[in-house]
């Protein structure tokens, strides 16, 4: 088996790739080709399958529906006998119901009344709502022109047929995909297991909740939004708390978070400069490059692998997430999130991003992407507009709790005119 890349070897293959200048998506690309996907499969009960990736291609093994069925409630006819200018008057020689087939032939002339999921009677091939008919008696009466022949059936196999692909590997599966996979009978179903994701915060200043907060010290809430992006990716996180800023402490930490997971993510101890052992602790446990990015909030960050086994063997990718608690947030969606569900198996797809028009005037420089945090309304017009919360600094937390997205402004991307139109993330995409 060849051995990984390096780090250094990886960054070769990113054109222009510049450490202390690292535009978002050169550290994305570069993201994309370290990161390693799981392999294990498991067999799990479809009712335990939403939001797991899924580890092999579902194909059809049989025709859904499998026969032709009504798509209404009414009546069952030969579309050939439908009147074009008169009403089409047709005798009812029986019922349909779901589960309960009309057996037997339908003479000419006639019809059947028929609910809807039931099987198309043998020659019928047309479903007149019961609300377009009238009944005389035993005699159906249809309106001209209220319909045409083939009308409010479903086709065996119209959802899918024997033999087609129902659902391919790697997708994130959805309550409509479980729904379909019960439609196919799959009582079991091959996901990949679960990524785990060990994560703690370092600094001397933190306090945990409930712990006595002394003169200079902040309660962590970076561990609390990182604990709950990582729920909305359905992995298994491991909370390993807040580490001091001890050699000794850190790389115990360190040790814990790669012998138990499969990446670690730590917040903090990554600025140049910052008066801390965390980086020199990353960089002696592991192989790790430190990075700044052309981005506004979470301009540095580390990434690399740390060893599971003591050796170097099996290694725990590493994202060294900045301390303020809204760059730990933009980083996580910038470039944690896709990179997990990659490594857990999935082919993650672009987050929709929405076009509003800004509200106000926004300052931006060329040459760093920036997020800031918005609020996205209906115009009077109908059409969607977009405001930012106010101080847009890193450390204030508020400023993402009451935004409903981010305004992303791309590196190239100049200060922005009131009335100018912008891409927004919409929180609710980031699933």
């Not at 035993?138 to 022949?149: D, F, G, N, Y």
């Not at 200043?205 to 990182?226: F, H, K």
């Not at 400069?273 to 540095?300: C, N, Q, S, Y």
């Not at 290694?315 to 896709?338: C, D, H, K, Q, W």
């Amino acid at each position: 088996m060849n051995s990984p890349q390096t780090l250094e070897q990886i960054a070769s293959c990113v054109s222009g790739y510049d450490p202390n200048s690292l535009p978002v998506s050169q550290a994305q690309e570069f993201i994309a080709r370290l990161v390693p996907r799981v392999t294990a499969v498991e067999m799990k009960p479809i009712r335990d399958v939403l939001g797991r990736v899924l580890a092999r291609d579902i194909v059809s093994a049989i025709d859904v529906p499998a026969h032709d069925n009504s798509a209404m409630d009414g009546f069952a006819l030969r579309g050939s006998e439908l009147q074009a200018n008169e009403p089409t008057r047709l005798r009812i020689v029986g019922s349909g119901l779901a589960g309960q087939n009309f057996e037997g032939e339908v003479p000419a002339g006639g019809c059947v009344r028929i609910t809807t999921g039931a099987v198309m009677p043998v020659g019928l091939d047309t479903v007149v709502p019961q609300e377009f008919t009238q009944t005389e008696g035993e005699t159906l009466v249809v309106p001209p022109r209220v319909l045409k022949a083939g009308d409010n059936r479903r086709l065996a196999g119209e959802d899918l047929a024997r033999g087609e692909p129902a659902l391919s590997a790697g997708r994130l599966l959805r309550p409509a995909d479980l729904g379909l996979l019960a439609s196919l009978g799959q009582a079991e179903v091959p996901v990949f297991r679960r990524l785990r994701v060990a994560f703690f915060s370092t600094g001397d200043e933190l306090r945990s909740i409930g712990e006595p907060l002394d003169a200079g010290c902040v309660y962590d809430s970076n561990r609390y939004t990182i604990w709950a992006m990582l729920q909305r990716l359905g992995v298994e996180a491991i909370d390993l708390g807040v580490v001091r800023d001890e050699p000794a402490a850190l790389a115990e930490a360190f040790t814990q978070a790669a012998g138990s997971a499969d990446a670690v993510i730590t917040s903090g101890g990554v600025s140049v400069g910052e008066a801390d052992h965390t980086k020199k602790i990353m960089a002696e446990l592991g192989e790790v490059l430190f990075w700044r990015i052309a981005m506004r909030p979470g301009r540095p960050m580390a990434i690399g692998r740390i060893g599971r086994n003591g050796d170097g063997s099996n290694p725990s990718i590493l994202f060294g997430l900045p301390g303020n608690p809204v760059a730990v947030m933009v980083t996580f969606y910038a470039f944690v999130r896709e990179a997990l569900l990659r490594m857990a198996g999935a082919m993650p797809e672009a987050m929709p991003l929405l076009r509003a028009a800004s509200t106000e005037p926004i300052r931006k420089k060329p040459g760093r992407t920036e997020y800031q945090r918005g609020i996205v309304t209906r115009a009077p017009d109908g059409q969607w507009q977009v405001r930012i919360t106010g101080a847009q600094g890193s450390g204030i937390l508020r400023s993402m709790s009451q935004a409903n997205g981010m305004v992303l402004l791309r590196h190239d991307q100049g200060s922005i005119n009131a009335g100018e139109m912008v891409d927004v993330l919409p929180f609710d995409s980031l699933l």
